[in-house]
């Protein structure tokens, strides 16, 4: 193994994946009340309920992405130890920290011409970020070269797919992903939406349902598109709602009994704009590609 892989926080797989498989982990940052915190800290979990908890009293809450000199900081120590980078970056259509990596690896590149540096823009987020990260790994360990991983990553990232509801939609609204109009509507009609990431790489709604578990029920069916050909797992991630998590990865285990399914707490950086509440089902599909 002659790479290093290099991603993003909000990959959301936790601490002791990042450690058990040699990642390099840019950290983004959460900022609730005025106070800064680091999204990944290695060696520490991080206190979800305390995050969530403070979400819910609707304490301010913002999120800073990663800078090109805190990519630089990262990466040119594994190119000077004779290594090259590959980075899997979070999607550009919701944060600028992939263009701020990209920028600090391209005058890598003209430093270390003999290096091999390459970067993906998956265009996925939390788990769905994680999947590819995981499946990078795998090949990693496969003996796969850098340029086998980029370009496979390249080939399948729009196969990622991610379907979500919120309970909130407050946070969605501060986060100017949902108008003010709309988020009143809908909270006052109990009305739930269901979205998905786009081939953009940013939030489109796909749905509406009444009230909160037919919201689960729907996000739970959406696993049907699943293909474990591409990848064995699906994963459910939540905003510190541990028994709807469990309610929906229930049902998806009872119609996929093929597929192993794992749960997730939600990354703060992406917790602070989708809310306590969300709850997603992420996989990989060969059958249905991301609606526009």
Same mark, same amino acid.
């Given at each position: ?45 991080? &206190? ?111 196969? #990622? ?55 689960? &029920? ?13 990848f064995g797992k699906i994963f459910v991630v939540h905003?510190?709602?541990?028994? &709807? ?6 049902? #998806? ?40």
């Amino acid at each position: 193994m002659n790479f290093e892989i290099v991603v993003d926080s909000c990959f959301n797989l936790g601490n002791a994946y990042a450690e058990k498989h040699n990642l390099n982990v840019l950290s983004l940052a959460y900022i609730v009340d005025g106070e800064e915190y680091a999204g990944y800290t290695k060696g520490q979990d991080l &206190d979800y309920a305390a995050f969530y908890g403070r979400l819910r009293e609707k304490a301010p809450a913002s999120t800073a992405q990663i800078t090109s000199v805190q990519a630089d900081e990262m990466c040119r120590p594994i190119l000077e130890s004779g290594k090259d980078v590959l980075y899997i970056g979070f999607s550009s259509g919701l944060s600028g920290t992939f263009a701020a990596v990209r920028t600090a690896l391209e005058e890598l590149k003209t430093e270390f011409p003999d290096r091999k540096i390459y970067y993906v823009d998956t265009l996925t987020v939390t788990v769905g970020l994680g999947i590819m990260t995981e499946c990078a790994v795998n090949m990693r360990d496969e003996g796969k070269t850098i340029e086998e991983v980029h370009t496979w990553l390249e080939d399948n990232k729009q196969k #990622v797919l991610h379907f979500f509801t919120v309970d909130d939609l407050f946070h969605l609204k501060r986060g100017g992903r949902l108008s003010a109009t709309k988020a009143l509507m809908g909270t006052a009609l109990n009305v739930k939406p269901t979205l998905m990431v786009n081939p953009e790489g940013k939030l489109s709604p796909v749905g509406k349902a009444k009230g909160r578990k037919k919201a689960l &029920d729907t996000v739970a069916e959406a696993a049907q598109y699943a293909d474990a050909n591409l990848f064995g797992k699906i994963f459910v991630v939540h905003g510190d709602v541990a028994e &709807d998590a469990e309610y929906v990865a229930k049902a #998806v285990r009872a119609a996929h009994p093929a597929f192993t399914v794992e749960t997730f707490q939600l990354d703060p950086v992406i917790g602070v704009h989708a809310g306590p509440g969300v709850i997603a089902v992420v996989m990989m599909s060969s059958t249905k590609q991301r609606d526009s």
